[in-house]
């Protein structure tokens, strides 16, 4: 199966808010509250030209938020739909990450994710991330990690 990586226009909005539904509902009950991407405005995030989704086969699939920064690319969120999970989007939008990083001559990426979602953290490990700290921010609780990019010589 062919992927297709682009960036979001206003006409995804509700794929992407569909997709960010169902990809993190199952942690409302184990945070006790909606996850930070749960709560994000879209479409200003659209605006900016930090979303970009990830179309397969079956429509919009996946998506991701990225937001350069000044010495690094901050992955803010990757989201698969339930129903695509298994089949390395989120793998192909994390590489994805990495390649924009590298364009804009970015040495790193760095996220962070809460640290109930411990399948995500163990994934980002096993990509080349490394926890830098944990910290409460707005009522969460966070572990930050980083990955230093190889540049092009």
Same mark, same amino acid.
């Given at each position: ?93 994390? #590489?994805?990450?990495?390649?924009? #990083? ?43 990690? #980083? ?7």
């Amino acid at each position: 199966m062919t992927s297709d990586i682009r960036s979001a226009s206003l006409e995804d909005l509700a794929a992407i808010e569909a997709i960010v539904e169902s990809a993190y509902a199952r942690y409302v009950p184990i945070i006790g509250r909606k996850p930070g991407p749960m709560l994000d405005d879209y479409r200003a995030l659209i605006d900016k030209g930090h979303v970009y989704v990830l179309s397969d086969g079956g429509g919009i699939s996946a998506i991701l938020v990225l937001i350069p920064e000044e010495h690094a690319m901050l992955l803010d969120n990757v989201a698969v739909s339930p129903h695509a999970q298994g089949r390395g989007h989120g793998r192909a939008l994390i #590489a994805f990450a990495e390649r924009m #990083a590298r364009e804009r001559g970015l040495r790193a990426i760095r996220l962070y994710t809460n640290e109930a979602m411990t399948e995500n953290v163990a994934l980002y490990g096993r990509l080349g991330f490394v926890e830098t700290h944990r910290r409460e921010e707005q009522g969460f609780r966070r572990v930050y990690m #980083a990955k230093l990019l190889d540049m092009p010589s």
